[in-house]
């Protein structure tokens, strides 16, 4: 439990400079939580999309851009669809993500954002996924390699690799799309 007397800092207007910025209208929510109901992953948040919302709508911008929800979000769209006032939850959980990185927010889930950055890098160079490349960039920047090489679970990793591969599941090497210049323009 939170201690009662914390200092909650409250900014008023930032709810309309997220609307500015992400062009989401946040203020049409009115607290209905069927985002919350819908969302698959919301065992793993610490507080919920709709929570999220309400904070934002309250100016508790500390509190949200530290929270693990929004970088546990999985952009699944299950919540915008569900709004029934057409709130993009998913596009304001993307542009917090955005907003935590820029203020320099100690983010709560380092590996999710590494994982998050190294999927972007992946795309931005081939114009799609090697889910291979991604996987190895991936382990390499966010420390989970020498981890699995101490713990020598990687060899289980390899293995599990290799009989995907056999499979047809993955491949070892992936082709870049022809529109690469495209999908970096987008992703500016």
């Not at 793993?44 to 530290?66: C, F, N, T, W, Y």
């Not at 990185?101 to 590996?111: E, L, T």
């Not at 889910?131 to 289980?156: A, F, H, W």
Request: glycine fraction near 6%.
């Amino acid at each position: 439990m939170e201690n009662a007397h914390q200092t909650m800092h409250i900014e008023p207007a930032w709810i309309g400079q997220v609307e500015e910025e992400s062009g989401i209208s946040i203020a049409s929510c009115y607290q209905c939580k069927k985002c919350t109901n819908g969302c698959p992953v919301t065992f793993a948040m610490d507080i919920h999309p709709d929570q999220v919302i309400r904070l934002v709508q309250m100016g508790q911008k500390e509190r949200v851009l530290s929270c693990s929800t929004i970088w546990v979000c999985s952009a699944c769209e299950t919540c915008t669809t569900r709004c029934p006032n057409g709130v993009d939850v998913a596009g304001v959980m993307d542009y917090l993500k955005e907003t935590a990185v820029r203020s320099g927010s100690d983010i709560p889930q380092p590996n999710t954002y590494t994982f998050h950055r190294t999927f972007l890098d992946e795309i931005r160079k081939l114009g799609r996924v090697s889910e291979t490349r991604l996987i190895r960039n991936y382990m390499l920047k966010s420390g989970e390699l020498r981890k699995r090489l101490q713990d020598k679970s990687l060899i289980e990793d390899l293995l599990l690799g290799w009989s995907m591969f056999k499979k047809g599941r993955i491949n070892f090497f992936s082709k870049k799309i022809k529109a690469r210049e495209e999908i970096r323009n987008i992703l500016k």
